[in-house]
């Protein structure tokens, strides 16, 4: 595979959600597993910030998973960047969250629990060439 071809597969990964950065246990232990998984993670806590480092990623395929609360805020800005391949959203209402998900064809997944959505996202993962 050349260098070009190499880099047209590069991807980043993002979690976004208010605890993403947080110190609290279950978020030090999701952490742990997706870092241990997947190299070119990058979390967020602060919608703004995450909103600025998109923009400057035009040359990445973006994965992002995404609190609903977030998703519900963020999906609509953002859908339509080249940039960004697939969102991945957990949640603890599925019926509200699936009402502006359905939007989107970018949203792969809505999940209301945690580790199923971080599981369908790496599986995901996995399958991309």
Known sequence: MTAAK???YTSVYIWLDSNANS???SAIKVKKKLI???ENLKTFSDINEFEEFIET?????IL???SGSYGRQIVPQIHNLPQLFAVYVYCSDRVRNLEWAKQYTKVCSLQT????CFTAFYCYILQRP
């Open 64 to 66: 992002l998973i995404v």
């Open 113 to 116: 629990n945690t580790l199923t």
């Open 36 to 38: 241990a998984k997947l």
């Open 57 to 61: 990623y035009d040359d990445e395929n």
């Open 23 to 25: 110190n609290s246990q």
């Open 6 to 8: 190499e880099q047209e």
